[in-house]
């Protein structure tokens, strides 16, 4: 029975009695009979890796990612001279990378990333000629990168971000890396200037090199990587000018050059970039005027040029930014009014012109009327409305001043009449009872004139721009909670952290109340009941993991509010029923993941209607129903879909070709029948497709032989299939 839980899955699944080409995660060659795949990912596994997996001497594939696994890596692995994918990643792994890893020579893809492997990285490495992948980020790696590395020449993806890892880079080390589409060194402790050799990887598409110690200049060459889509030098200790070759890059998506020692001594020269959506130069020593340039980037979203030198005016043509959900010109010089006509920026989210010499009325409609003073402080001469906390504009106080008047006329005039009456009948009642005694009267408020007038100004400065801890009964302590990550500028919780901390218990519901939160990750832990209804408050959120909890019951039709969530991760758990249609409402929806569930139901349509998405993975459910027939019309940017172990039935819609993108299509161990299509010959990006298990029939379609990048194949346990 391939469809099954994650709990005792194996022990009910892996018996005597069944044939071992029979077990869930496990793959058989269709000829030999002998096991050439197994994977166990996400199987909820603890313990060490068993020393006999080394005598699977067919093995082409062995992936226990995302489990429980610790200790050393056993040595008899190293006997299985077949192997293409060894998948390691998100265990609990120590001890050296061992070099006899360096004898599996077919590898393609090695992912050793999120464990606590410790020292340094073996020369062994250079063995594996036909490797693809090396993804060995998050651990506790040190010493120099070996050189070694980066003479293999079919790598890709080099993936050593968030180690210790020191050093340089060498001048000649890159150049054999002709086929490199992502460097990713983020995060380590290298040193030195970078290395122009970097320049040529004409297939580079990610250069991450933010968060080390690098220092000198950014090689003008780097803007002739015609295919780069993402640079990050951020955080590092880069000086000089930024090249103006960088604004040749026409397709390039993100650039990050914060938190250095730049400046701009050519223009920054942006207007070319036609596909950019993120650009922050933050934390450098920009001057100089904005260029009128930047209004022509209709795909910006993030625009940060905060903590720079700059002066002059806001432009008014960042009116024509209209896709910017972030602008950040904190802590500059600039001077003039903040331009009315960013009004019109509907999708505008932040907005921080804080500490700058800006004067003038503040815009207060369209985006502008969900802005809090935050965003304005410490701009002496701006006026606004009085939530702001800024002085009143001078027409506003013409208007105060004449309504005032005319209340005055209104109310004070009767009210002095009434006072004066009163005073003359008490005076005329004291002479008639004193007939001949006056009455002194004291004019004890005569010392009111001599009190100074405090201006609106002066107010402001005493208490700091009117921060709350000069109000009275009030306060700051800053705290530092594991987890708990705050914006910079409004001091409020943006990100929560728990995974992994052992806890139980149910969700509580005043998480609800965090409403500037961006990411709630509370997997691996012991959560159980019913996720509380107060989290469909958090309309801020991008990021939900709740993953490997004890989490039951329905999955909530409310999810559906919280519109901006770009990743869905709630696989193994205990939810039941169906999912819900109101998911299609999550627009930007990027990663759905709900394996490993009690599901049941069909998949909504609707979900095949979300154009962001990149992976879907209900697989491990008791998901029925059939596959509608355009199920890829709608889903250009799909990489990954997960559909095994589930009860779909039904044909494999031929409209599945249109996936363009997809690496990773999984169908196995459902009900479907009908014959593969032909068209899925023209998912050429395709790396892994899983379709044994089915009651598919008819030949194998020529045009699988077309997928030259097809890495694994499985059509196992296909009774009707020939050819």
């Known amino acids: 029975d391939c469809i099954a839980g994650p709990q005792n899955v194996l022990a009910n699944n892996w018996t005597a009695s069944t044939s071992i080409c029979n077990w869930i995660g496990v793959s058989c060659g269709i000829l030999h009979k002998r096991v050439i795949a197994l994977n166990l990912t996400s199987m909820n596994l603890r313990g060490t890796i068993p020393p006999h997996l080394g005598n699977l001497s067919f093995l082409l594939s062995l992936d226990l990612s995302s489990n429980?696994?610790?200790?050393?890596?056993?040595?008899?692995?190293?006997?299985?001279?077949?192997?293409?994918?060894?998948?390691?990643?998100?265990?609990c792994l120590n001890g050296k990378i061992p070099s006899w890893l360096g004898n599996l020579q077919r590898i393609r893809r090695l992912k050793m990333k999120k464990n606590n492997f410790t020292g340094i990285i073996p020369e062994t490495l250079v063995n594996m000629s036909n490797l693809k992948i090396l993804n060995l980020g998050c651990n506790q790696l040190s010493g120099q990168i070996p050189s070694s590395i980066f003479k293999i020449s079919s790598l890709k993806i080099i993936k050593l971000f968030s180690n210790s890892l020191s050093g340089s880079l060498p001048n000649d080390m890159l150049g054999g890396l002709r086929n490199l589409q992502g460097l990713f060194l983020s995060s380590n402790k290298l040193g030195?200037?970078?290395?122009?050799?970097?320049?040529?990887?004409?297939?580079l598409y990610k250069l991450f090199l933010g968060l080390n110690k690098l220092y000198?200049?950014?090689?003008?060459?780097?803007?002739?990587?015609?295919?780069?889509?993402?640079?990050?030098?951020?955080?590092?200790?880069?000086?000089?000018?930024?090249?103006?070759?960088?604004?040749?890059?026409k397709d390039i998506l993100e650039i990050d050059l914060s938190s250095n020692h730049l400046r701009n001594s050519h223009a920054i020269a942006?207007?070319?970039?036609?596909?950019?959506?993120?650009?922050?130069?933050?934390?450098?020593?920009?001057?100089?005027?904005?260029?009128?340039?930047?209004?022509g980037l209709q795909t910006l979203v993030s625009l940060d040029l905060s903590n720079n030198i700059l002066h002059g005016h806001i432009p008014e043509s960042f009116d024509g930014l209209i896709s910017l959900e972030f602008l950040d010109l904190y802590n500059n010089n600039l001077s003039g009014v903040i331009p009315k006509s960013l009004e019109k920026l509907l999708h505008l989210k932040y907005f921080n012109v804080s500490f700058n010499r800006l004067e003038g009325?503040?815009?207060?409609?369209?985006?502008?009327?969900?802005?809090?003073?935050?965003?304005?402080?410490?701009?002496?001469?701006?006026?606004?409305?009085?939530?702001?906390?800024?002085?009143?504009?001078?027409n506003d106080i013409r208007k105060n001043s004449q309504m005032a008047i005319l209340h005055a006329l209104r109310y004070g005039l009767p009210t002095i009449g009434?006072?004066?009456?009163?005073?003359?009948?008490?005076?005329?009642?004291?002479?008639?009872?004193?007939?001949?005694?006056?009455?002194?009267?004291k004019n004890d408020l005569s010392s009111l004139k001599t009190l100074r007038r405090i201006s609106h100004t002066e107010l402001s400065q005493a208490t700091n721009g009117f921060e709350e801890s000069?109000?009275?009964?009030?306060?700051?302590?800053?705290?530092?909670?594991?987890?708990?990550?705050?914006?910079?500028?409004h001091g409020r919780v943006i990100a929560l952290n728990l995974t992994s901390m052992n806890l139980r218990g149910t969700i509580p519901p005043h998480l609800g109340n965090l409403s500037f939160l961006l990411s709630l990750d509370l997997s691996s832990n012991h959560f159980y009941g019913h996720l509380p209804k107060e989290l469909g408050q958090l309309h801020r959120l991008r990021i939900l993991q709740l993953s490997y909890n004890r989490l039951n019951g329905e999955i909530p039709s409310w999810l559906g509010n919280l519109q901006r969530v770009r990743r869905l991760e709630m696989k193994i758990n205990n939810f039941t029923g169906t999912i819900p249609e109101t998911l299609v409402n999550m627009s930007d929806l990027e990663i759905l993941n709900v394996g490993l569930n009690q599901l049941s139901g069909q998949v909504p349509s609707a979900i095949f209607m979300i154009s962001s998405l990149k992976i879907i993975s209900p697989l491990n459910s008791s998901l029925s129903g059939s596959l509608p027939n355009d199920v890829c019309q709608h889903l250009p940017k799909l990489e990954v879909l997960y559909l095994s172990w589930n009860r779909l039935s039904g044909n494999i819609p031929s409209s599945i070709s249109k996936c363009n993108n997809l690496k990773n299509l999984a169908l196995s161990c459902?009900?479907?029948?009908?014959?593969?299509?032909?068209?899925?010959?023209?998912?050429?990006?395709?790396?892994?497709?899983?379709?044994?298990?089915?009651?598919?029939?008819?030949?194998?379609?020529?045009?699988?032989?077309?997928?030259?990048?097809?890495?694994?194949?499985?059509?196992?346990?296909?009774?009707?299939?020939?050819?």
């Open 361 to 394: 009325e503040i815009p207060t409609e369209g985006c502008f009327s969900n802005f809090s003073s935050t965003s304005f402080m410490k701009n002496s001469a701006l006026c606004g409305p009085p939530r702001l906390l800024v002085p009143p504009c001078k």
């Open 192 to 203: 030195g200037s970078i290395s122009k050799s970097l320049c040529d990887l004409v297939s």
């Open 418 to 441: 009434i006072v004066v009456l009163l005073i003359v009948l008490t005076i005329m009642y004291r002479r008639y009872q004193s007939k001949s005694t006056t009455l002194p009267i």
């Open 216 to 249: 000198g200049s950014i090689p003008s060459c780097l803007g002739n990587i015609s295919s780069l889509g993402y640079l990050y030098l951020n955080s590092n200790k880069l000086s000089s000018a930024i090249p103006s070759t960088l604004w040749n890059l």
């Open 270 to 295: 942006v207007g070319n970039l036609r596909s950019l959506l993120k650009l922050n130069l933050s934390r450098n020593l920009l001057t100089g005027d904005i260029l009128f340039t930047f209004g």
């Open 68 to 91: 429980h696994f610790y200790g050393h890596l056993p040595k008899e692995l190293g006997q299985l001279h077949r192997l293409r994918i060894l998948r390691l990643s998100y265990n």
């Open 670 to 723: 459902n009900q479907f029948i009908g014959i593969i299509p032909m068209s899925i010959g023209n998912l050429t990006r395709l790396e892994e497709l899983y379709l044994g298990f089915n009651n598919l029939e008819g030949q194998i379609p020529e045009e699988i032989g077309n997928l030259l990048g097809l890495e694994l194949l499985n059509i196992q346990a296909i009774k009707g299939l020939a050819g």
């Open 470 to 489: 000069n109000m009275l009964g009030s306060g700051i302590l800053k705290m530092s909670w594991i987890g708990v990550s705050c914006g910079i500028i």
